[in-house]
């Protein structure tokens, strides 16, 4: 199961672009990234996953560089609203549970 | 119903008495999960369901918890004999495993938990 590693918490303006980067040294050939978004008193909803280069949704935009030990989530021009705690996790064998880190906690200021 | 719905929302309970939450997940999802959720801490995985396989009791903090679930439907956790430390929202989701081999492309899809309080 590769561990992934992402800044605990990040403060930014409201209409900037913010990157937040995971790393995961030991991604498995196959593995996929995921990275889900939880507001407080809510469980944590799926917002956008990849496997290599670059993936874009309505949301966000997911980098992945060639050797795939890292990945960014990119938020562009952020609102108050995307103040929430942010969960990469790369994608387990079959049999194996999903472990979430503590993700990053991301402040969004006026 | 289009997602994976949770009961109770809120249960407040005294210290001692059992408790049972249920989760509905969306139909067809073959795998479940429970987490439980301190206030201002991250998930903290409890038990996983896939199939018909046995489940992955790994994270069970004690054997006052223990969930079942029906096919690859409801699941129920119950906590007997609850503890003030157990107070915490538990958050079940779901999700259908796709993929081959050994490869997943797994997206879960969380319901809104149950707020458990212990007095």
């Known amino acids: 199961l590769a561990k992934t590693t992402q800044p605990i918490s990040m403060d930014s303006y409201e209409g900037q672009e913010v990157n937040i980067t995971c790393s995961h040294n030991n991604i498995a050939t196959n593995d996929y990234i995921t990275w889900y978004q939880q507001f407080p008193s809510q469980g944590p909803r799926f917002i956008i996953q990849?496997?290599?280069t670059k993936v874009t949704n309505e949301v966000a935009s997911l980098f992945i560089p060639a050797d795939r030990k890292s990945s960014t989530l990119s938020l562009p021009r952020v609102s108050l609203s995307d103040t929430a705690v942010y969960y990469c996790?790369?994608?387990?064998?079959?049999?194996?549970?999903?472990?979430f880190g503590k993700g990053t906690r991301l402040h969004i200021l006026p | 119903g289009a997602g994976v719905s949770q009961s109770p929302s809120n249960k407040v309970t005294e210290k001692g008495k059992d408790v049972e939450l249920r989760c509905d997940p969306i139909s067809g999802h073959t795998a479940l999960y429970w987490y439980r959720q301190r206030l201002g801490q991250g998930l903290e995985f409890l038990i996983y369901f896939q199939g018909n396989s046995a489940p992955d009791k790994s994270g069970l903090p004690s054997d006052r918890f223990s969930a079942e679930r029906t096919g690859e439907s409801v699941s129920t956790l119950t906590i007997q004999r609850t503890q003030q430390e157990d107070s915490a929202v538990y958050l079940c989701?779901?999700?259908?495993?796709?993929?081959?081999?050994?490869?997943?492309?797994?997206?879960?899809?969380f319901g809104s938990g149950t707020q458990l309080s212990v007095l």
């Open positions: 990849g496997y290599k």
């Open positions: 996790l790369v994608a387990r064998r079959r049999d194996d549970k999903i472990i």
């Open positions: 989701a779901s999700s259908l495993v796709a993929g081959q081999g050994t490869q997943v492309d797994e997206k879960l899809f």
